[in-house]
């Protein structure tokens, strides 16, 4: 299990003038503003499903990365990319840059379930160490 950072650029909106008049949104506000780049951060978890350093995530944390951290359980942190995305069923799969192997979790069949049997979600939120739900 590992713990995500990112980094994002996000576009802030500048000041919407409030006057229809444009002296007055001119007189009061000045010139209009160019959009501000602002950086956002996000965090989550993953895990590895193959030695070599592949870490299969959720898109929606690491979609629109410019910079993707991961920790490990030893505090190890590496550099990671993105190698695909699928945004309909939010998965994304990465690749970290660092020696390996990598201590890796094998993915289930759902197919194999039975109503009643017990599910778990194990995760590394807030970087929290190893939570399941």
Same mark, same amino acid.
């Given at each position: 299990?590992?713990?995500? !950072?990112?980094?994002?650029?996000?576009?802030?909106?500048?000041?919407?003038?409030?006057? @229809?008049?444009?002296?007055?949104? #001119?007189?009061?506000?000045?010139?209009?503003?160019?959009?501000?780049? /602002? /950086?956002?951060? *996000?965090? *989550?978890?993953?895990?590895?499903?193959?030695?070599?350093?592949?870490?299969?995530?959720?898109?929606?944390?690491? #979609?629109? =990365? @410019?910079?993707?951290?991961?920790?490990?359980? %030893? %505090?190890? /942190?590496?550099?990671?990319?993105?190698? *695909? =995305?699928?945004? !309909?069923?939010?998965? =994304?799969?990465?690749?970290?840059?660092?020696?390996?192997?990598?201590?890796?979790?094998?993915?289930? %069949?759902?197919? !194999?379930?039975?109503? *009643? @049997?017990?599910?778990?979600?194990?995760?590394?939120?807030? #970087?929290?160490?190893?939570?399941?739900?």
């Amino acid at each position: 299990m590992v713990f995500l !950072q990112v980094q994002k650029k996000a576009n802030q909106q500048p000041q919407q003038p409030t006057f @229809e008049d444009p002296f007055l949104n #001119e007189f009061f506000f000045g010139q209009p503003q160019q959009q501000k780049k /602002r /950086r956002l951060s *996000g965090q *989550g978890s993953g895990f590895f499903i193959d030695a070599a350093g592949y870490i299969l995530t959720n898109n929606h944390v690491v #979609e629109g =990365a @410019e910079v993707i951290q991961v920790t490990l359980n %030893n %505090n190890r /942190r590496l550099s990671a990319t993105l190698i *695909g =995305a699928d945004p !309909q069923s939010d998965i =994304a799969l990465l690749k970290v840059k660092g020696q390996g192997p990598f201590p890796t979790l094998t993915l289930g %069949n759902s197919d !194999q379930l039975n109503v *009643g @049997e017990w599910v778990l979600a194990i995760g590394n939120p807030f #970087e929290l160490s190893n939570t399941i739900t």
